[in-house]
């Protein structure tokens, strides 16, 4: 699940274009930042790294990088809400969401 998750910055890289609002994932006009690049290949590997510690039967490790992965997502929430300009900020929503689902995943993981 984590791994297409990761995925979709790749494939929405292409589609983030410049002009003028000075976002977050543009740098000129039809080009894409090379962050939004680091942010896929960051969450891919997130993901490949959950498959091999669940797939290794480390349900410890599962769950505390389950809480690592939440506060990635909840300080890439504050990075686009203060730097991703007007068209990018409402963004910031999708990656808190993000951050408190896995938060409360790790918990609950925690708590059984």
Known sequence: ????????????????????GGGAGASDAGSASPLIY???IREVTYGVALVALQYLGQEQAVTVMAGVMSLAGL?????????????FRGMAFGHWGAGIGLVAWAWCRASS
């Open 75 to 87: 300080g890439d929430g504050v990075i686009v809400r203060l730097c991703g300009g007007p068209e």
């Open 38 to 40: 680091l942010k896929g």
């Open 1 to 20: 699940m984590e791994v297409t998750i990761g995925v979709r910055p790749l494939r929405a890289a292409a589609r983030v274009g410049g002009g003028g």
